[in-house]
Structures are given as C-alpha cells and as structure tokens.
C-alpha cells in the first residue's frame, strides 16, 4: 500500500463546475496536509496549507482534512479553464524538519 | 519578490559525466529541499539542507548523489556519472524556518541523460 493514494484521472468537468480532488493515506502521523497546482513543465505552486482536521477556504479554493479517515479533499468552486493543471496532494508529520509526502497528482481538465 | 531560482532549467548530459543543479532559496529563506519527478510518478523527497548542514537524505541513492548548501551562494544538486535513470526533473524547495511546513517551489531543473 502506497503512502498516499489519489487518483490520476483525468477528471473533465464543464467550466462553471464545482470540482472534488481527494487523497487518502496511511500513516497516522501526517499532521499538516498541502494542496499543489502543477502547470504542465512546471514547478509545484502553494495552493493550500492545514494542520490537522478540519476545513480552510481561501476565495473559490476549500481544503478539507479528516484525520480519522485519513482523507483529504480539495473543493474548486466555479472553475474556469485556467484551472486545468495535474493537483498533486502532500503531506508531513511536521516539526519543520520532514521532506513532504506527495500523491502522483490528478489531472483536470476544465472544459470552456 | 524572487521566487525559488533554479538553472539551469534544461541539462543534457551523456552517460558518465556529471550533472550539477543549482538552487537559491526565496529571499529570507534559509531551509532548502530537493525532490526528483520521475516521468508518471510523484514528486519523491531527496534531501534536506540548511547553511552547511544536511539535515535529512533519507531519500537520497546511496551513490553518485551528493548535495550541499554552503555559507555562501547557491545548493548544488551533484550527480556523478549520470545514467538513463537520472533523466527527470529535479525541483528544489525552500521554508523559512524549523517551523515552517509551507515549501515554495523552483519551476526545476530537466535533466535528459541520452
């Protein structure tokens, strides 16, 4: 079993669409969770950053973490064509010192 | 405001000799992390680095990788006797402190290995 799994789609949804990106992971110890946008040649852009459960939002962008079910979610609301990238979820046990733990990323597409 | 600087952002290097990336951190940012993007895989966490101290390569090869981050100047990324396997492409990360789990990201280096 991976230490985290998501889904590398694609997902093709109609502009306009409320889009759902998760993760699922096995280590426990994962406190602080991290949602990337990766533009094709790219590097990793900062999207969202949470510690522990619960939700965060940030203008169209929800990132939701449930510790009990070691799942994490990332809501895009209202989603326009320049959100089409690969959304790569990572995470870390913290205390400042740990290289983070990526999914292999989905890719979405949104269609104009 | 500078960003992660990464050069160079393409390397091609035949089997054998050696590659060596670059990264300078974000103004202000003195924790820097290498990661390698294998073609269809994840982003893979390689070394941990602050001034003149690796902290973390747990997830270094054992051979022909080395890092470094010195007083002065910018991390180098070393790959001694490059082969096939090397090609990907090579980011680098930095945070500006022990506390901080928030890594802002080069737009890497490719290397191609032919």
């Known amino acids: 079993q991976k230490e985290v799994e998501q889904d590398p789609g694609p997902l093709s949804v109609p502009e306009g669409a409320i889009v759902s990106l998760n993760c699922t992971y096995s280590n426990s110890a994962f406190q602080y969770f991290m949602w990337y946008r990766q533009y094709s040649r790219k590097g990793p852009e900062l999207l969202m950053y949470t510690y522990s459960s619960g939700n965060k939002e940030d203008g169209r962008f929800t990132a939701q973490v449930d510790k009990s079910s070691k799942y994490i979610s990332l809501f895009i609301r209202d989603s326009q064509p320049s959100d089409s990238a690969t959304y790569l979820c990572a995470m870390s046990a913290g205390g400042g010192a740990d290289g983070l733990t990526f999914g292999k990323g989905t890719h979405l597409i949104i269609q104009p | 405001n500078a960003g992660v600087m990464q050069n160079p952002r393409h390397l091609v290097r035949r089997r054998g000799q050696e590659a060596r990336l670059r990264c300078s951190p974000m103004k202000g940012h003195s924790h820097v992390y290498w990661y390698r993007q294998l073609p269809e895989e994840g982003l893979k966490f390689m070394v941990y680095l602050q001034k003149e101290n690796i902290i973390d390569e747990s997830g270094m090869p054992k051979e022909r990788f080395s890092a470094e981050f010195p007083k002065e100047g910018p991390s180098i990324l070393r790959i001694q006797q490059v082969v096939r396997g090397d090609s990907a492409a090579y980011f680098c990360?930095?945070?500006?402190?022990?506390?901080?789990?928030?890594?802002?990201f080069g737009p890497g280096t490719r290397l191609t290995v032919t």
């Open positions: 990360a930095s945070s500006p402190n022990l506390l901080s789990d928030e890594q802002y």
